[in-house]
């Protein structure tokens, strides 16, 4: 906070203070105005305001110290007893110490109208009169005192509390979203290794795309979500590594709206999804594998789907989810709460869907709806 907002903060702060405690004495002010005209004693407007502003002025001053005691000898605290103590004791003192206060304004305000009074004939009224109820103000100041000091601690306690469920959130995406580049990348390595000794081409092709879709994910590690438009160019590259270890075996289609591109999804969110697909759709069978990917926008809702023509899942609708899934199914979770949908199903004809829901919403500096020109959209690998 700068030292302006600061100096601003606390002259907001005692002007507050000064508000208080004129409305008190305004209100009692009111109070001995009325009742003076009843009992047949009336008094001037003037000197009712005089009077009650005098008497609660003082408390205002006096009250600082009040307040600095409260805070320093807390009931909540481990020596409570010795603190009921010390605030028994102040509160006699601060009794006496507002009388002989309260006294000396009245000798100002007695000279101001002309008249000469001792200090005696000020004090000895306000001690017969006062001393009981300036023990009651004392005392009330305190808890009012301990109530603020209470309500800024819960308040404390919770913005820490929030901090902390907020960092604790981002540790475990960032631990999620760890554990889903190493399956990746043991993956792909065990797929060039299995080339290696069977087209030394293809498998040099893999390791260049491998360095490159692996400097593309240590770049953007730290980022929870991206536009779609960049999560499709990293699916992009990464099926040219699978598009050269299945050749002919996978068939890729992309269907994706152009006002979805620019629509935050999570990072490296499609790459587990596809991957399951060729897990299970492609990769076990000797015909022929398809993947359709399909990105549409409806109302407030970005639809994300990805199929396969595999087996589906089995006669009992259960599927066994590995790390990619898994974790994908968790940073959504952490990401949206309530607010997604996450979903397996099997697809009419053969073939698994995986049918992923989020809040659409654009990538700074895109407006909704903002749409791309079709050649903007990452091609898929030929098939």
């Not at 092709?205 to 360095?211: A, C, D, E, Q």
């Not at 240590?218 to 990464?238: C, G, H, I, K, M």
């Not at 053969?350 to 749409?371: K, M, R, Y």
Request: some cysteine; glycine content about 6%; aromatic content about 10%.
């Amino acid at each position: 906070m700068t030292r302006g907002r600061l100096i601003q903060k606390r002259s907001l702060r005692w002007a507050l203070v000064f508000l208080f405690w004129t409305l008190i004495g305004l209100s009692f002010a009111s109070q001995l105005y009325l009742s003076s005209y009843k009992a047949g004693r009336s008094i001037s407007w003037g000197q009712a305001v005089s009077w009650s502003l005098g008497d609660w002025y003082v408390w205002a001053v006096v009250s600082l110290p009040i307040v600095q005691l409260a805070r320093r000898f807390r009931f909540d605290d481990a020596r409570w007893g010795r603190n009921v103590a010390v605030h028994l004791g102040a509160s006699a003192l601060f009794s006496v110490v507002y009388m002989a206060l309260r006294a000396w304004v009245g000798q100002l305000q007695s000279l101001a109208l002309g008249q000469s009074v001792s200090f005696a004939e000020t004090f000895n009224p306000l001690l017969v009169k006062t001393f009981h109820l300036n023990l009651l103000i004392y005392w009330v100041i305190v808890s009012v005192q301990h109530a603020f000091d209470y309500y800024r601690q819960v308040q404390e306690r919770e913005l820490r509390a929030a901090e902390l469920e907020k960092r604790l959130a981002q540790a475990r995406l960032q631990t999620l979203q760890m554990q889903l580049n190493p399956h990746f990348l043991f993956n792909t390595l065990h797929a060039i290794s299995s080339l290696m000794h069977k087209e030394v081409e293809a498998a040099d092709r893999m390791m260049t795309r491998l360095s490159d879709l692996l400097r593309y994910a240590l770049e953007s590690t730290d980022a929870q979500e991206v536009p779609l438009r960049q999560e499709l160019d990293f699916l992009s590259r990464y099926l040219e590594i699978e598009q050269t270890r299945f050749g002919d075996r996978l068939k890729v289609q992309m269907n994706i709206a152009p006002d979805t591109l620019d629509a935050l999804v999570p990072n490296l969110v499609l790459q587990p999804l596809v991957e399951n697909a060729i897990r299970h759709g492609v990769e076990p069978r000797s015909r022929p594998g398809r993947i359709e990917l399909s990105a549409r926008r409806e109302d407030r809702i970005l639809k994300l789907e990805v199929r396969d023509n595999g087996a589906g899942l089995s006669p009992h609708g259960e599927l066994q989810e590995g790390v990619g899934l898994s974790n994908t199914r968790a940073r959504l979770e952490q990401l949206y709460g309530e607010r997604h949908r996450f979903e397996l199903s099997n697809t009419p004809g053969g073939g698994l869907t995986v049918c992923l829901e989020l809040p659409f919403h654009p990538a700074d500096g895109a407006p909704p709806g903002a749409s791309a020109a079709p050649g903007h959209i990452p091609a898929p690998p030929p098939s």
